[in-house]
Nanobody
């Protein structure tokens, strides 16, 4: 059974940094993409950053230059380094594992990020 677990959220002041982690387990396939999404109260879900098995990345314009996605395949971990955080980055952040070539997506429960002074 595939499991996806996010961690690392919290309360941070504007201009601060956080690193989110996404642990995934319970599968044997190797070709999958990992994506961070976020959803603020009253707003729709927004793609933040994604990374595929080859290490190619994609970022939302709103976070380019501030956030960095990375993955450690040996540890089955994906990270989102968030710098220069702004109040508008406040949201629940979710990690999605998508098996390439299928419609299967596996989601975690999310981790809350709050940027406030």
């Amino acid at each position: 059974q595939v499991q996806v677990v996010e961690s690392g959220g919290g309360l941070v002041q504007p201009g601060g940094s956080l690193r989110l982690s996404c642990a995934h387990s319970g599968f044997t396939f190797s070709n999958y993409a990992m994506t961070w999404y976020r959803q603020a109260p009253g707003k729709g879900r927004e793609l933040v950053a994604s990374i595929n098995s080859g290490g190619n990345t994609n970022y939302a314009d709103s976070i380019k230059g501030r956030f960095t996605i990375s993955r450690d395949n040996a540890k089955n971990m994906v990270y989102l380094q968030m710098n220069s955080l702004k109040p508008e980055d406040t949201a629940m952040y979710y990690c999605d594992l998508a098996r390439v070539g299928t419609s299967y997506h596996y989601w975690g429960q999310g981790t809350q990020v709050t940027v406030s002074s």
